[in-house]
């Protein structure tokens, strides 16, 4: 009856391999949950920072031009 034995190994096997799946999907979709958090918070405080700085951003023409490409990178209008 070793024939038993190894096809309850299997799906032993098999059901830890789809429980580790299922958690590595969790765990991906925790840390997409995560990023996107600080993505927003990021976000913010650069729109804050732009909003503050704006005479300073728009004086200095490199940093100008580095601050607005990093804005658009990450969607935000620096100049809002």
Do not use: W
Not at 55 to 70: A, G, H, L, S, T
Request: aromatic share 6%; proline share 2%; with cysteine.
């Amino acid at each position: 009856h070793r024939r038993g034995v190894g096809a309850g190994a299997i799906a032993k096997k098999k059901l830890a391999e789809a429980k580790y799946k299922e958690r590595g999907t969790v765990l991906a979709e925790d840390q997409l949950a995560q990023m996107s958090k600080q993505l927003d918070m990021f976000k913010t405080n650069l729109e804050e920072f732009a909003s503050k700085h704006k005479q300073e951003i728009r004086k200095n023409p490199e940093f100008r031009v580095q601050f607005q490409d990093m804005c658009a990178t990450i969607g935000v209008d620096p100049l809002a």
